[in-house]
């Protein structure tokens, strides 16, 4: 490698990050609009009455995941995620491993942020998610205050890369199972395909 490409790698490594991450965010944008199919009736009922508040939703939905999300993961990618050294790369197995050790980091790490957040001291940061108690929709599952997404949803990822050093693939899988699970836990209509509805549905009592 000659001197000024080893300078710019950096560079080319941060912009690469940035792209999937826009990726991902577009994915995750995506997937949130086809599962709000699932919750018409919902929504024309936030839009009747609250018709400030579904803006809202998708204002943050919008920051959060294109503002956010896209810089996180070059972060992410470009300090701590395995880049493959020419004729070796991870495993399978050590994808997978390192997929699981995400996962269950993220999780970790999104509870403890979670139950902070129900404090006085920090109810802020998660007040504006707490609006969709009664009309739940898939939108509202990244419709957080900028500090509750960066808080409890990104940190944990950084976290676990550090923690858990997995490949792109085993990060890209994880968010994936993570991103998915958060949209289907706030899509009621589809709630019997994830077990973890019930338990999230404490606090979103009601739904329209």
């Given at each position: 490698?000659?001197?000024?490409?080893?300078?710019?790698?950096?560079?080319?490594g941060a912009a690469a990050g940035l792209?999937?991450?826009?990726?991902?965010?577009?994915?995750?944008?995506?997937?949130?609009?086809?599962?709000?199919?699932?919750?018409?009736?919902?929504?024309?009922?936030?839009?009747?009455?609250?018709?400030?508040?579904?803006?809202?939703?998708?204002?943050?939905?919008?920051?959060?995941?294109?503002?956010?999300?896209?810089?996180?993961?070059?972060?992410?990618?470009?300090?701590?995620?395995?880049?493959?050294?020419?004729?070796?790369?991870?495993?399978?197995?050590?994808?997978?491993?390192?997929?699981?050790?995400?996962?269950?980091?993220?999780?970790?790490?999104?509870?403890?942020?979670?139950?902070?957040?129900?404090?006085?001291?920090?109810?802020?940061?998660?007040?504006?998610?707490?609006?969709?108690?009664?009309?739940?929709?898939?939108?509202?599952?990244?419709?957080?205050?900028?500090?509750?997404?960066?808080y409890a949803y990104m940190l944990p990822?950084?976290?676990?890369?550090?923690?858990?050093?997995?490949?792109?693939?085993?990060?890209?899988?994880?968010?994936?199972?993570?991103?998915?699970?958060?949209?289907?836990?706030?899509?009621?209509?589809?709630?019997?395909?994830?077990?973890?509805?019930?338990?999230?549905?404490?606090?979103?009592?009601?739904?329209?």
């Amino acid at each position: 490698m000659d001197p000024s490409s080893r300078i710019l790698a950096p560079y080319y490594g941060a912009a690469a990050g940035l792209i999937t991450g826009f990726q991902v965010a577009l994915c995750t944008l995506t997937l949130t609009a086809l599962l709000e199919l699932f919750s018409t009736k919902t929504v024309a009922s936030l839009l009747k009455t609250t018709p400030g508040l579904y803006r809202a939703c998708v204002r943050a939905n919008l920051v959060n995941n294109l503002a956010i999300g896209p810089p996180t993961y070059a972060l992410a990618t470009e300090f701590f995620v395995y880049k493959s050294d020419p004729g070796y790369s991870y495993s399978l197995l050590r994808s997978a491993l390192a997929t699981v050790g995400l996962v269950v980091t993220h999780a970790l790490g999104y509870h403890y942020a979670h139950s902070q957040m129900h404090r006085p001291q920090m109810y802020w940061a998660h007040k504006f998610h707490h609006a969709f108690a009664k009309h739940v929709t898939p939108s509202s599952a990244n419709a957080v205050s900028v500090v509750e997404y960066a808080y409890a949803y990104m940190l944990p990822f950084v976290v676990g890369c550090a923690v858990c050093a997995p490949d792109e693939r085993a990060l890209l899988t994880a968010v994936a199972v993570i991103s998915v699970n958060n949209l289907l836990i706030h899509t009621p209509a589809l709630e019997v395909l994830n077990p973890l509805s019930d338990e999230h549905s404490f606090f979103h009592p009601s739904s329209v």
